[in-house]
């Protein structure tokens, strides 16, 4: 397994090479990708003049709901490491504050403490979720809330792999694939991993809620692939392929995902979630946290 810096530069790198896709298709995201936050969005019960932060808000559609919610005697915060993300998010939502950092290496989020955080698919991406998890905490107010959601393992979510695995063969080379406990969609499929990393991370009243849900997309099969593979890790080696390739790959793609779809209904991705949540504990860490692999 590559070390923590290692980690933080390839998440830091992929990250910026994959924002073009996650800019292109932003509003897609935020109407066909809202099953995947809804669960933890619920459990956040946002009430009006709480300040929440939205961490890895990616192009800000979740942190706009935040804000509608929160209304304007609150606030609503977002933070991404994507810079490009970011300039996104603030150009679609000019009344919301953006950041663009590396959880993972803040002390606390600019603008803390926060009533609640609210995360959708990020916490599993980090290179040190105790570090990224710390920060959160740190810039909770004691008691404050955290409401997230995380993919499950890879069999309740075949889709994922799907457009990459079609796409692959006629592209250049890819990252690597996550190894062991190393940052990816499905580093936090343990539940037992998530407790302890929260724990670690100062975090108390820890639940963690298996949820299945749903993503439905019109029966455009060009259009989904297409997104599929660019919101993916082949998704910067698609933006720099020739047309002929890039028509390859989404034909590859098209191929594996047929049996999500419904022919003139549309797809339908069905996808394994947990819905974690967790309040800050009181008082600060004075040492610095680890995740304890023993328990
Ligand atoms: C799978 S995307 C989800 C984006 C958005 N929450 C959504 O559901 O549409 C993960 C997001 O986390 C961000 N991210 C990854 N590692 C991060 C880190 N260490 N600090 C802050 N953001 C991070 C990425 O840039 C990306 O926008």
Redesign the pocket.
């Known amino acids: 397994m590559a070390d923590t810096a290692a980690l933080r530069a390839r ?1 830091a790198a992929f ?1 910026a090479g994959a924002a073009a896709g ?1 800019i292109r298709h932003a509003d897609r ?1 935020d109407e066909v ?1 809202r099953p ?2 809804a669960a933890a969005m619920d459990r956040l019960t946002a009430r009006p003049a709480e300040r929440i932060l939205d ?4 192009c800000g ?2 942190t706009a709901e935040i804000a509608a919610a929160v209304g304007e005697t609150g606030a609503a915060i977002g ?4 810079e490009a ?1 970011v300039n996104a998010a603030r150009q679609r939502y000019p009344g919301i504050r953006f950041h663009s ?4 290496t803040l002390d606390a989020v600019p603008g803390a403490p926060f009533d609640a955080v609210f995360s ?3 916490l599993m ?3 040190d979720p105790v570090a ?1 998890c710390t920060t959160i905490r740190r810039s909770l107010r004691p008691g404050g809330r955290l409401a997230a959601t995380v993919f499950r393992d890879s069999g309740v979510n075949p889709w994922l792999s799907a457009a990459m695995l079609g796409a692959a063969p006629h592209l250049g080379p890819l990252p690597p694939l996550p190894v062991g406990d190393e940052p990816g969609p499905f580093s936090f499929t343990d539940p037992a991993r998530i407790t302890r990393i929260l724990t670690a991370a100062g975090f108390t009243a820890i639940t963690i809620t298996p949820c299945d849900v749903a993503l439905e997309t019109t029966d455009d099969a060009d259009a989904v692939a297409e997104w599929l593979i660019e919101v993916g890790p082949a998704g910067a080696a698609y933006r720099t392929a020739l047309p002929t390739a890039q028509a390859s790959a989404r034909a590859g793609a098209v191929r594996l995902l047929d049996r999500f779809r419904e022919p003139g209904a549309g797809y339908r991705l069905p996808a394994g979630l947990w819905l974690v949540t967790a309040n800050a504990a009181g008082t600060p860490t004075h040492h610095e946290p680890r995740e304890d692999k023993s328990q």
Do not use: F, K, P, Y
């Open positions: 998440n990250w996650w995201q990708g995947l936050g961490v890895g808000c990616g559609g979740t933070v991404d490491i994507a993300m950092a590396d959880i993972e959708r698919m990020t991406l980090l290179a990224g």
